[in-house]
């Protein structure tokens, strides 16, 4: 179907003898046609109603008369169920947050979410005054509440939920209903800024850390992280880092290492950021000149000591030309006494040589194209005594 969420007729028939509590009941009534392309008879019986339905198989004739029991039956249906009430008002599956992500793209300005801590929460102190251990043992937990700071550009949004990405999503929404009205900015480069602005639209993709790394390794400058204090009870530990980069140095705090060393990151970067931009230093262009072929493959004393069908080949590939062709013409004689007859094609050349086995009448072809192309003759390896 093209919709894998719309009910087929069967599923609506159900529904609908359900609600009037009656059983519907499929019988095959006849099956004919040959084994490939066999046709079915399907009746439904729905109270003291029946229909019947053709198919080419079971199934699509009992879906055939289902979908004749719903449009001819004079039982009363049940009312159709509202659709459910997107919780996010979008269409389809997609979150506030994924929506947020593509405007905040078009506009240029990034969507930075930030956790913040949660509100406290009073302390609700049980009564043990009053008698009853039902009351003293079972009492209601409070719920925990997330808290989350979305940025996007100049403008700030605070959300909620029972859970971190609950609360992106909220305050997503709250982004999406203020932003998708307003015109979105243009960027115009002025006084020659365009190369800051692309160096900085490429730093807000990197974390704080690694562009501390990369200015301190183009200035050759060295770096040092390290975490000097650590306060607090076990389950609410809080560090502080300081950062050296050459003369500099910055201290960050929080409720973890990584985030006390992005925070000094981030204090130590409005420092560097005051530098004087590096000189630019231009790359000599590098030319390379094509080494002559030391070796002319084409002369006609070329691979003299080679084999002839690898000398035939490299020759073939040195003029940048087709590869021999070889094709087994006859096999001829008696069994312990064979011979072949190998061909072999070269352009327009056409050559041929015979030996006892085929490795050997197609050297001997090989060799006699060479010598028709105007090559020396190979020399002969060392004869190897053959197996009779």
């Not at 159900?14 to 099956?31: C, D, G, S, V």
């Not at 030996?355 to 090559?375: C, D, F, S, T, V």
């Amino acid at each position: 179907m093209a919709n894998p969420k719309e009910k087929t007729p069967m599923c609506l028939v159900n529904e609908l003898a359900r609600f009037n509590r009656i059983q519907p009941q499929y019988k095959l009534l006849n099956e004919r046609g040959p084994a490939h392309a066999k046709m079915f008879t399907v009746q439904l019986t729905l109270g003291e109603q029946t229909w019947e339905a053709e198919g080419s198989s079971i199934k699509k004739a009992q879906h055939a008369a289902a979908s004749k029991a719903l449009n001819e039956t004079t039982l009363p249906k049940p009312t159709p169920r509202p659709p459910k009430n997107n919780v996010n008002n979008n269409p389809g599956s997609i979150t506030p947050t994924v929506e947020l992500n593509g405007l905040a793209m078009k506009r240029g300005e990034p969507a930075i979410y930030r956790p913040l801590d949660p509100k406290p929460i009073p302390n609700y102190r049980a009564n043990y005054n009053f008698r009853g251990m039902y009351n003293q043992r079972y009492h209601c937990p409070v719920p925990k509440i997330f808290y989350v700071q979305l940025t996007v550009g100049n403008s700030e949004f605070f959300g909620e939920g029972k859970t971190r990405q609950a609360a992106r999503h909220n305050a997503a929404m709250k982004a999406l209903q203020a932003l998708q009205n307003e015109p979105i900015p243009e960027k115009l480069p002025q006084n020659g800024e365009t190369g800051k602005e692309s160096e900085e639209d490429k730093d807000a993709n990197k974390s704080e850390i690694s562009v501390v790394f990369e200015i301190a390794l183009k200035r050759n400058i060295p770096v040092s992280f390290e975490v000097i204090k650590e306060s607090g009870p076990p389950h609410m530990k809080s560090f502080v880092t300081r950062v050296t980069v050459g003369e500099f140095t910055a201290e960050g705090e929080g409720n973890s290492k990584k985030l006390s060393k992005k925070r000094a990151a981030m204090a130590v970067l409005q420092e560097l950021k005051k530098l004087p931009p590096l000189p630019v230093i231009e790359k000599p262009k590098l030319y390379f000149k094509k080494r002559p072929k030391t070796i002319l493959k084409t002369g006609p004393e070329y691979g003299q000591g080679m084999n002839p069908i690898s000398r035939l080949a490299q020759i073939q590939q040195a003029k940048k030309e087709k590869e021999p062709e070889y094709v087994l013409l006859s096999e001829r004689g008696m069994p312990r006494r064979r011979e072949f007859v190998m061909q072999v094609k070269v352009g327009n050349e056409i050559t041929t040589g015979t030996g006892p086995n085929k490795k050997i009448a197609k050297r001997n072809a090989a060799e006699a194209m060479l010598l028709q192309l105007g090559y020396k003759a190979s020399t002969p390896l060392q004869d190897q005594p053959e197996k009779v």
